[in-house]
């Protein structure tokens, strides 16, 4: 007889690939997810610890102000905005704070404010001439923190009952920077020096724009505003005003500071036109009625035009070729205002008009202006030498010339001038 062979139990079989594959693919997802929880969970732990580092800090410097606003020794008068002004032990001076290897940035700014004061601010007139209480913000930050807010604490101080009694001679000088548009500035350098050459600690325009000058003699004091890369109405790098101080007082008022524009001209010829001999010594203008004296303000070439600092003015600037009075395109509605903005560089094409000179092969052709309230003594262009057909193809500023021997040629934006010489 033939016996029946028994199939296999299928308990007794082994798990085939695919399963084990699979198996671990599971494995790896759940895997990847709990990694991914811990890691966030770990992430969130540190930045906790992060923070309440920065509170601690920001408490302490606080309580460390408290302490010196309150002293006999300092008093009031001694609080003022710094960075990292109290180390821990074995810190260094004025450099970060660093705990558990993270370092911590302290920044304190302080802001006395008037008593009954009706205005928004130290600066607008509503401001009594007394002193009341110091605001102090302490904010905290560190490398980590990347964008996000600081961690931020605020209080106010008020001194004894006394303090200004003692300090009645003392006067104050509340100062608001404006920038072209009329608007508050704030982050601006603003400092003080006497007639005695005494000198007012600095202090930095708060988002209103004010900055208080607190505690100072009576006498004359010149205040001055200054920041890399600004510039006053008049063009200095500088803003300055001079300031009496009568004994108690609280002196406000206003300074125009703005960052500086730039307007980085290119001197164009028309199609089928050079340009003059010499162009890149060719003077260049720039017009707006608020320049102070005249209007205008002439530059020696392109480049001095184009490293200049201008004050940013909002209806922006008329530029044009040749540093005479007549050479401006405005004159005749014939240019737009280029575009002035703070901060910023505008390129410009500044258009000369075209001249075709006849004269004998290898004349060489000068042009010469009058003289005007721009250019008071004239000006005198080399064109360049007819070719050997006797014509030069050439370009001048707007205005009226004598090319040549023919006075009075009128270049402008129109049709090409046709000199005979």
């Known amino acids: 007889m033939r016996t029946r062979t028994e199939p296999r139990e299928r308990r007794d079989d082994g798990m085939t690939l695919i399963e084990v594959v699979v198996a671990f693919g599971l494995f790896a997802i ?29 408490s302490r410097e606080l309580e460390i102000v408290r302490d010196s606003f309150s002293s006999v020794l300092r008093g009031p008068g001694h609080v003022a905005d710094a960075t990292n002004p109290n180390q821990l032990p074995g810190g260094q001076a ?58 931020t604490m ?27 548009s009329g608007n508050p500035k704030p982050g601006v350098h603003v400092t003080a020096r006497n007639s005695l050459n005494q000198t007012a600690p600095l202090q930095v325009t708060a988002a209103d724009g004010c900055a208080l000058l607190e505690n100072l003699a009576p006498g004359d004091w010149t205040v001055t505003a200054s920041n890399a890369g600004f510039v006053s109405l008049a063009g200095d790098p500088t803003a300055q005003t001079t300031v009496h101080l009568e004994a108690g007082q609280l002196w406000r008022g206003a300074i125009q500071y703005d960052q500086s524009a730039r307007i980085i ?38 480049q001095a ?9 909002p209806s922006g600037y008329v530029v044009w070729a040749g540093g005479c009075e007549d050479g401006n395109p405005a004159l005749s509605g014939e240019s737009l205002p280029v575009p002035a903005e703070a901060g910023r560089a505008t390129a410009v094409e500044v258009a000369l008009g075209a001249v075709e000179v006849h004269a004998p092969a290898g004349t060489a052709v000068v042009a010469t202006h009058p003289g005007d309230r721009l250019c008071p003594g004239g000006a005198t262009i080399e064109l360049g030498t007819t070719g ?34």
């Open 154 to 180: 605020d209080t106010v101080m008020t001194p004894s009952k006394g303090t200004y009694s003692a300090l009645q001679t003392q006067s104050h000088i509340g100062i608001k920077v404006i920038d072209s």
């Open 265 to 302: 001209p290119t001197l164009v010829a028309p199609t089928g036109y050079q340009l003059p001999a010499g162009a890149e010594d060719l003077p260049v203008t720039i017009g707006n009625s608020g320049l102070q004296p005249i209007g205008a303000r002439v530059f020696a070439d392109g």
């Open 94 to 151: 004025n450099a970060p704070i660093v705990i558990d290897g993270v370092p911590y940035t302290v920044v304190r700014d302080t802001r006395w404010e008037a008593v009954g004061n009706g205005a928004s601010s130290p600066c607008d007139d509503g401001t009594s001439d007394e002193l009341a209480y110091l605001h102090v913000t302490v904010k905290v930050s560190w490398p980590a923190l990347g964008d996000r807010p600081p961690v």
């Open 30 to 58: 759940m895997s990847t997810a709990v990694l991914s929880v811990l890691g966030s969970a770990i992430s969130v732990t540190r930045d906790d610890k992060a923070r309440i580092a920065a509170v601690n800090l920001a």
């Open 388 to 421: 050997a057909d006797g014509v030069l193809m050439t370009t001048l500023p707007y205005g009226t010339w004598t090319v040549g021997t023919q006075a009075d040629v009128v270049v402008g934006q129109g049709e090409p001038v046709v000199v005979l010489s």
């Open 305 to 313: 035009l184009a490293s200049a600092d201008l004050w940013p003015f």
